[in-house]
Each structure stands twice: as structure tokens, then as C-alpha cells.
């Protein structure tokens, strides 16, 4: 090793250290605490995989899972559509392209605990939508997952779209115009220059999808608290209900382990596309 | 006069020195504890720091007792400070299950022996002290104790010349009355608070089942697959499904049904004691009409009229981090002896701060509401003679109640069985008596059968 090297890494210790100790130990800690009885207080009791055996029992887990792949689903599909959408329409019109940027960007800058009111006023039974439409959005099991998923798309897809259009930016000119010269038309043009551009940050932003979608908590927590009937619940939830209402710990700390594998999974995609040579 | 630089320095060090050795040693002097409050509105707040806070600290001049507002997130704020060593001297937990998991890890300081040096284990209800009590030492005392019951509009009824309903049968009618009218007989949601679900589940067994068997399912003699249980959560279903706003239940904020409620859209809601606050409150209630309340009528002959449940709703237990356990102590058992502060207290701060010990009428101050004043005196009479309904947040242990919480919203509207839910809930129950999780509840009188 080059000294010029062993002084790099110097500079990466200060960061290292930290994620060391706010991120690494943590996260041991979690999975040795997810094998262990405790209630949050006193000395930890080892019992094996009994916590995971219990919550690969418990109905409310299936649901929370269902319902995470559902919001990942939903996730994957309608907001990086409107994204590459939103930015390519961007990216080929005229006016006022940097103002809409800040526009679709400014939701994501918002404190989600106020934007989740609001976006619970703007659901409301008697003063809202709900008054108008007769729909109870947040109240029905059938639909709320989706109006909840609908509120963090509003703040959620613009940030994407903003993200899209940087790395449109790499693209060079000139693809489109020897697109163009072979007659290609807009559909076309984004199918096989576009795409093609972006898609190591597209697929980034898949995986990021993937991980956050299986880590989302506040807007859940504001609009449903889970409800009703576990309708909303999610693996999150589930995991703050029962470290903080119920002092099962050592189960809160088993669905912390797998909310990880779910995040893992999408990890090990990520790296097995770069093994087969895909630059992402 | 010609001051060496010498010379002022060392008068300046020895300044200091003193300056610094007399702040210490008065400083020293001062007791200072903490008191982690949740949610208090700041009207609230006023009138907690000049009616208990103020007087206590001016009239003990070695302690300082100051308030810290923590939320919603005392729980979890309590839990790290307790577990890291520190946390607030004196600590309000949201009832005794809550606190038995504190003592479960030696994390407080019974309280028996200042309780009886004041006179206190005479004072207050004996319910009250047993509910705290863990291997028989009291651990925790209630800093107020609740009753759920009914608000209803009193204009809205006068108008209309409804009665109050004390029966199932007369409650029946008069909803289909106020149905027959275009009004929804009760509002109620649980957008802003899930656990009002539990609360209604307190009150349809409580009020059918009838308390007696209630306390014979958490003493065991009883299983919550019988019959009776299995009714009363059908009516339950029944009642929210052709009387509740059923549909907007899961949307709908505390000020949402009371503002129903006070522009007759709505003509009653059940509630805690807690709402008392409410009534008094613009937001909530916007209208000049009167509000009143009612017990809740008795849902079949198991139950007797006027019956409440009641559970408390803070308790106070002393840290054992704390660095001035006796201070934090002095303060618990001085606010029990201080009858007229405490009826202070029941006009300026109503509902929000019932100490469970019986108030001579004298001590209520003039201008307190006479609704609430009957309210108190129906909830002292029945924690008095121990005819008493059992809420879950008190006498049910922490993981059955989550479950109540979280499963009582699909038996009403109609996604579990009832006879599914009692029966998964009873295996829960059975096990957490098993593990040894149970909040004691206090002998009752069993009459033959």
C-alpha cells in the first residue's frame, strides 16, 4: 500500500468510526437482542429463535408483510413513473423548467408530520374530500393502504423526478438528434436513449425504492397508527407497537432483523447486477 | 493608592474561590427533582404550576420541583432515561401495569412507608392503593383515577324532551328516537386516539357482562368464551353498526364528535372523564348549547344503575436513580394532603386531575361545574362501596390490552367474530397469568348465584 493511500484512509476514519457506532454496533446489537426475552428495561434473557417463531405465528406479521410488499409495489410502479414522466417532459419543454423542479422538489423538503396533518385534513370525513366524495378514505380497510401510500407519493415522486432529470443531463445531445435523424419518435427515443442513459441511476433509485419501502413509518404512524384493523400496518408499525406498548423488545428487535433482509435482498440484486456488468 | 497586580489577583482568586464555595454550599442545599409531564394543554400547564407546583416549592424551601412537558413521547423517553441510569425523579407512568414492568427491573422505590408516616394508606381509596401494590408494597399511586360514561347535548335532549336512558331498553328507544329525527345517536372516532377502541370494550363488557363477571375472567373463575362475553360484544357490533357514525369511526378526532355533538349533527358520545376538559373548550364545543353527562344506562340485568368503569389514567412512583427520592416522595404525599387544592384543581384543570380519595363537599370550590361535581361524586361512591367496572388500561395486563386495542375495531365492524377475538384474547389473557403479568385487581364481593 502507497503511503498516499494509507493517508486516505485517514481521512475516511472519522466517518468510518461513526457508522461504526451509530449504525454497525446498533445493528449488532439488534440482531443479538432479536434471539433474546426482554422488556425493554433489566438483563435481556437469551431464548433462542423463539421471538421469530412467534411473530411467523402471529396473523398481524403476515398482514404487516403483505402490506409492505403492496407499498413496495405501489412504490416500484406509480412514482417513478410520473418521475421519468415528469423529467422527461423536463427535459423537452421550454418554460420555466427550473421553477417546476423546485416546485416538485419543495414537498420533499416538508416536515412529514405537518404534511401528513395536512394531508389528513385534505382526506377529512366533514370537512374534507370525504365530505364531498362520501368516501371514507382513511376509515375503510379496503382502500386506506392506498390513500396513506398516495399521500407519501405526493411528497415522494418529485424528489425522484429531480433525480431523473440530473442524470438526463449526462445524456449526450447528440443520441437524440441521430435518434431523430433516424426517425425515431418520443416513445422511442425514451425507450432506447433515455433509459439506456439513466439506468444505473434508475436502478439505483429501484433499489432505494425496495429499502425505504420496508423502512416507511411517519406517514403510516400520522394518518392510521396501523388501522383500522391493521388494514395500514406495516413492518415499522408493528415494530414500535410492540417495543413501546406492549415491552416486547426482543420480538420488535426480530421484525428489525427482518425488515433488514427485505432491505438485504435488494442489496445483493444490486451487487449481482454489477458482477454481471451493469454499471450501477 | 497604589494596587500591586499581585495583590488584585489574589483578591480576584480569592473572590471567586468564595463566591464559588457559596454558591455550592447554598446551592447544595436545594433539593432540585424533575417531573416528566405528557401532554398538557397550557392553560393546563398554568394552572398545574400555580394551584400544585408554586405552592409546594414555596412551601418547601430545599426543594425545587420543576415540570418538564415530554408528549407523546414520554414512554419511550422514560424507558431510555430509566434504563441509562437517570430519567425524572418522580415518575408518572400511564397506570400500574405500566409501572409493574418498572419495578419488574428494580427500577422504582416503594412507596408504603411515606404513605403511612402521612396517613395516606387511610386517605386514599383502598382499590387504589392495591392496583399500585407489587408483592405487597405499593409501588405507585394514582395521579388520577377516570370513569367512562356519556356526553350528551342537554339543550338538544330538552328540546326534544328525551330522558336520560338508565336501562337497555329505554337506550335502545331513545337512539331510535334520535334516529327517527335525521341524527346519529352517538359520534365517536378514534382518528386521534387508538385506544379509544379499548375503551369501548371496557365499556360494552363492563355495562352487559356486568363488572362481577369481568373480575371473575381477571381472577381467573371465569372465561371470556362464556356466553354473556360473547353478547356483549355482539351488541356492541349491533349498536355501532345502527347507532354510532360508524362509517367515519377510523376518521374521525376527538373535536371532530364532540363538535357533532355540540351542533346537533350527533347527540351523544361516550367518553372519559378526561373530556370534561373538552366540553369547556371552544374547539371542541362551539355551539351555546348545554353539554351533560350520564353514566352509561345498564346493558342487562348483570349490571346495576348508575355502574362505571374506572381506571386510572397517571401514576406516580418515585425513580430509585433519583438523587432525592425522600423530596420526590414529599411531593407525592404532600399533593394527597392537600384536599383544597385538589378541589381547586377539579374546577380549573376538570377531568384532567382526579386524586382518588373522597372530598369532603366543603373543599369544592364555587363555580365548579355541577355536572362534574356529580360525575365526582358518582365515581367516589362506586370506588367507595367497590361496585366498579374494570377498564383494561388498568386491571388488564400490557400485551392483552394491545391486543384489545388493535382487534376491537374489526369485531365492530364486522371483519372478527366475536367469539374468534374473546377466544384469542382469553388464550392471551391466560397466558400473561401465567407469566405472571397481571395488574392486581382488587377482591371484590361476589354475591351467590
Given at each position: 500500500?502507497?503511503?498516499?493511500?494509507?493517508?486516505?484512509?485517514?481521512?475516511?476514519l472519522?466517518?468510518?468510526?461513526?457508522?461504526?457506532?451509530v449504525?454497525?454496533?446498533?445493528?449488532?446489537?439488534?440482531?443479538?437482542?432479536?434471539?433474546?426475552?426482554w422488556?425493554?428495561?433489566?438483563?435481556?434473557?437469551?431464548?433462542?429463535?423463539?421471538?421469530?417463531?412467534?411473530?411467523?405465528?402471529?396473523?398481524?406479521?403476515?398482514?404487516?408483510?403483505?402490506n409492505?410488499l403492496?407499498?413496495?409495489?405501489?412504490?416500484?410502479?406509480?412514482?417513478?413513473?410520473?418521475?421519468?414522466l415528469?423529467?422527461h417532459?423536463?427535459?423537452?419543454?421550454q418554460?420555466?423548467?427550473?421553477?417546476?423542479?423546485?416546485?416538485?422538489?419543495?414537498?420533499?423538503?416538508?416536515?412529514?408530520?405537518?404534511?401528513?396533518?395536512?394531508w389528513?385534513?385534505?382526506?377529512?370525513?366533514?370537512?374534507?374530500?370525504?365530505?364531498?366524495?362520501g368516501?371514507?378514505?382513511?376509515?375503510?380497510?379496503?382502500?386506506?393502504l392506498y390513500?396513506?401510500?398516495l399521500?407519501?407519493?405526493?411528497?415522494?415522486w418529485?424528489?425522484?423526478?429531480?433525480?431523473?432529470?440530473?442524470?438526463?443531463?449526462?445524456?449526450?445531445?447528440?443520441?437524440?438528434?441521430?435518434?431523430?435523424?433516424?426517425?425515431?419518435?418520443?416513445?422511442?427515443?425514451?425507450?432506447?436513449?433515455?433509459?439506456?442513459?439513466?439506468m444505473?441511476?434508475?436502478?439505483f433509485m429501484?433499489?432505494?425504492t425496495?429499502?425505504?419501502?420496508?423502512?416507511?413509518?411517519?406517514?403510516?404512524?400520522?394518518?392510521?397508527?396501523?388501522?383500522p384493523?391493521h388494514?395500514?400496518?406495516?413492518?415499522?408499525?408493528?415494530?414500535?407497537?410492540?417495543?413501546?406498548?406492549?415491552f416486547?423488545?426482543g420480538?420488535?428487535?426480530?421484525?428489525?432483523?427482518?425488515?433488514?433482509?427485505?432491505?438485504?435482498?435488494?442489496?445483493?440484486?444490486?451487487f449481482l447486477?454489477?458482477?454481471?456488468?451493469?454499471e450501477? | 493608592?497604589?494596587?500591586?497586580?499581585?495583590?488584585?489577583f489574589?483578591?480576584t482568586?480569592?473572590?471567586?474561590?468564595?463566591?464559588?464555595?457559596?454558591?455550592?454550599?447554598?446551592?447544595?442545599q436545594?433539593?432540585n427533582i424533575?417531573?416528566?409531564?405528557?401532554?398538557?394543554?397550557p392553560?393546563?400547564?398554568?394552572a398545574?404550576?400555580?394551584?400544585?407546583v408554586?405552592?409546594f416549592?414555596d412551601?418547601?424551601?430545599?426543594?425545587?420541583?420543576?415540570?418538564?412537558?415530554?408528549?407523546?413521547?414520554?414512554?419511550?423517553?422514560?424507558?431510555?432515561?430509566v434504563?441509562?441510569?437517570?430519567?425524572?425523579?418522580?415518575?408518572?407512568s400511564?397506570?400500574p401495569s405500566?409501572?409493574q414492568?418498572?419495578?419488574?427491573?428494580?427500577?422504582l422505590?416503594?412507596?408504603?412507608?411515606?404513605?403511612?408516616?402521612?396517613?395516606?394508606?387511610?386517605?386514599?381509596?383502598?382499590?387504589?392503593l392495591?392496583?399500585?401494590r407489587?408483592?405487597?408494597?405499593?409501588?405507585?399511586?394514582?395521579?388520577?383515577?377516570?370513569?367512562?360514561?356519556?356526553?350528551?347535548?342537554k339543550?338538544?335532549?330538552?328540546?326534544?324532551g328525551?330522558?336520560?336512558?338508565?336501562?337497555?331498553?329505554?337506550?335502545?328507544?331513545l337512539?331510535e328516537?334520535?334516529?327517527?329525527?335525521?341524527?346519529?345517536?352517538i359520534?365517536?372516532?378514534?382518528?386521534?386516539?387508538?385506544?379509544?377502541?379499548?375503551?369501548?370494550?371496557s365499556?360494552?363488557?363492563?355495562?352487559?357482562?356486568?363488572?362481577?363477571?369481568?373480575?371473575?375472567?381477571?381472577?381467573?373463575?371465569?372465561?371470556?368464551e362464556?356466553?354473556?362475553?360473547v353478547?356483549?360484544m355482539?351488541?356492541?357490533?349491533?349498536?355501532?353498526q345502527?347507532?354510532w357514525?360508524?362509517?367515519?369511526?377510523?376518521?374521525l378526532?376527538?373535536?371532530?364528535?364532540?363538535?357533532?355533538?355540540?351542533t346537533?349533527?350527533?347527540?351523544?358520545?361516550?367518553?372519559?372523564?378526561?373530556?370534561?376538559q373538552?366540553?369547556?373548550?371552544?374547539?371542541?364545543?362551539?355551539?351555546?348549547?348545554?353539554?351533560?353527562?350520564?353514566?352509561?344506562p345498564?346493558l342487562?340485568?348483570?349490571?346495576?344503575?348508575?355502574?362505571?368503569?374506572?381506571?386510572?389514567?397517571?401514576a406516580?412512583s418515585?425513580?430509585?436513580?433519583?438523587?432525592?427520592?425522600?423530596?420526590?416522595?414529599?411531593?407525592?404525599?404532600?399533593?394527597?394532603?392537600?384536599e383544597?387544592k385538589?378541589?381547586q384543581?377539579?374546577?380549573?384543570?376538570?377531568?384532567a386531575?382526579?386524586?382518588?380519595?373522597?372530598?369532603?363537599?366543603?373543599v369544592?370550590?364555587?363555580?365548579?361545574?355541577?355536572?362534574?361535581e356529580?360525575?365526582?361524586?358518582?365515581?367516589a361512591?362506586?370506588?367507595?362501596?367497590?361496585?366498579?367496572?374494570?377498564?383494561?388500561w388498568?386491571?388488564?395486563p400490557?400485551?392483552?390490552?394491545?391486543?384489545?386495542?388493535?382487534e376491537?375495531?374489526?369485531?365492530?365492524?364486522?371483519r372478527?367474530?366475536?367469539?374468534?377475538?374473546?377466544?384469542?384474547?382469553q388464550?392471551?389473557?391466560?397466558k400473561?397469568?401465567?407469566?405472571g403479568?397481571m395488574?392486581?385487581?382488587?377482591?371484590?364481593?361476589?354475591?351467590?348465584e
Open positions: 500500500m502507497t503511503k498516499g493511500k494509507k493517508f486516505g484512509y485517514f481521512f475516511i472519522p466517518a468510518l468510526l461513526i457508522n461504526f457506532f449504525i454497525l454496533g446498533p445493528g449488532i446489537a439488534n440482531f443479538l437482542l432479536s434471539f433474546t426475552k422488556s425493554g428495561l433489566g438483563m435481556p434473557q437469551f431464548v433462542g429463535i423463539h421471538n421469530f417463531l412467534v411473530l411467523f405465528s402471529d396473523k398481524v406479521f403476515w398482514i404487516a408483510v403483505k409492505n403492496i407499498w413496495t409495489g405501489v412504490f416500484l410502479i406509480v412514482p417513478i413513473a410520473m418521475a421519468l415528469g423529467a417532459l423536463l427535459k423537452h419543454g418554460l420555466g423548467e427550473k421553477f417546476l423542479r423546485t416546485i416538485y422538489f419543495l414537498p420533499r423538503t416538508l416536515p412529514i408530520v405537518i404534511v401528513a396533518r395536512i389528513q385534513f385534505i382526506y377529512h370525513p366533514l370537512n374534507g374530500l370525504g365530505a364531498i366524495t368516501i371514507s378514505f382513511l376509515g375503510n380497510p379496503d382502500i386506506a390513500f396513506v401510500a399521500a407519501n407519493i405526493w411528497a415522494w418529485g424528489f425522484l423526478c429531480v433525480v431523473f432529470y440530473s442524470a438526463m443531463q449526462e445524456i449526450s445531445p447528440s443520441l437524440y438528434e441521430v435518434a431523430e435523424l433516424n426517425g425515431a419518435n418520443q416513445w422511442q427515443e425514451f425507450i432506447h436513449v433515455t433509459l439506456p442513459g439513466i444505473s441511476t434508475f436502478v429501484i433499489i432505494m425496495i429499502i425505504w419501502s420496508f423502512l416507511v413509518f411517519d406517514w403510516v404512524w400520522v394518518l392510521t397508527q396501523g388501522g384493523g388494514a395500514t400496518e406495516l413492518l415499522a408499525t408493528l415494530l414500535y407497537k410492540k417495543a413501546f406498548y406492549t416486547n423488545a420480538q420488535a428487535a426480530a421484525i428489525g432483523v427482518v425488515i433488514s433482509i427485505f432491505g438485504s435482498l435488494s442489496i445483493i440484486i444490486l447486477l454489477r458482477r454481471r456488468g451493469w450501477v | 493608592m497604589k494596587i500591586s497586580i499581585k495583590k488584585l489574589v483578591v482568586i480569592v473572590l471567586i474561590l468564595g463566591l464559588t464555595t457559596f454558591s455550592t454550599v447554598s446551592l447544595g436545594t433539593k424533575s417531573w416528566w409531564y405528557w401532554n398538557i394543554s392553560d393546563n400547564l398554568e398545574l404550576k400555580s394551584t400544585v408554586k405552592p416549592n412551601s418547601h424551601p430545599n426543594i425545587n420541583l420543576s415540570v418538564e412537558v415530554k408528549g407523546d413521547k414520554l414512554r419511550q423517553l422514560l424507558r431510555n432515561a434504563l441509562a441510569g437517570g430519567g425524572p425523579d418522580i415518575i408518572m400511564p397506570g405500566f409501572a414492568k418498572y419495578v419488574a427491573q428494580d427500577a422505590l416503594p412507596l408504603g412507608g411515606y404513605l403511612e408516616e402521612e396517613g395516606l394508606d387511610k386517605k386514599i381509596f383502598p382499590w387504589a392495591d392496583v399500585g407489587v408483592k405487597g408494597e405499593v409501588y405507585s399511586i394514582p395521579g388520577t383515577y377516570e370513569s367512562m360514561g356519556i356526553f350528551y347535548n339543550s338538544l335532549f330538552k328540546d326534544k328525551w330522558e336520560i336512558p338508565t336501562n337497555e331498553e329505554e337506550f335502545e328507544k337512539c328516537k334520535i334516529n327517527s329525527e335525521g341524527i346519529t345517536p359520534a365517536l372516532g378514534n382518528s386521534d386516539w387508538k385506544f379509544i377502541n379499548e375503551q369501548i370494550f365499556v360494552y363488557l363492563n355495562q352487559y357482562a356486568g363488572p362481577e363477571n369481568v373480575y371473575k375472567v381477571l381472577k381467573d373463575m371465569k372465561s371470556l362464556d356466553k354473556v362475553f353478547d356483549s355482539k351488541y356492541l357490533k349491533e349498536n355501532f345502527n347507532y357514525s360508524s362509517s367515519n369511526y377510523n376518521t378526532g376527538n373535536a371532530d364528535y364532540m363538535t357533532l355533538v355540540s346537533r349533527r350527533a347527540a351523544m358520545t361516550i367518553s372519559g372523564s378526561w373530556a370534561f373538552w366540553v369547556n373548550n371552544d374547539a371542541f364545543w362551539p355551539t351555546e348549547d348545554k353539554w351533560g353527562w350520564m353514566p352509561f345498564a342487562s340485568e348483570n349490571t346495576s344503575y348508575p355502574t362505571v368503569s374506572i381506571g386510572i389514567g397517571k406516580f418515585v425513580n430509585k436513580n433519583s438523587k432525592h427520592p425522600d423530596a420526590a416522595a414529599e411531593f407525592i404525599t404532600w399533593l394527597y394532603s392537600q383544597k385538589i378541589g384543581l377539579a374546577k380549573k384543570m376538570p377531568g386531575f382526579i386524586l382518588p380519595i373522597e372530598l369532603p363537599d366543603e369544592y370550590p364555587s363555580g365548579i361545574d355541577p355536572a362534574y356529580k360525575h365526582l361524586k358518582i365515581i361512591q362506586a370506588s367507595n362501596s367497590g361496585n366498579y367496572g374494570y377498564t383494561d388498568t386491571f388488564w400490557t400485551s392483552t390490552q394491545r391486543y384489545i386495542i388493535d376491537t375495531g374489526r369485531v365492530m365492524n364486522g372478527t367474530k366475536p367469539q374468534t377475538f374473546l377466544a384469542e384474547l388464550k392471551k389473557l391466560e400473561d397469568m401465567e407469566e403479568l395488574p392486581p385487581v382488587p377482591n371484590r364481593e361476589i354475591s351467590n
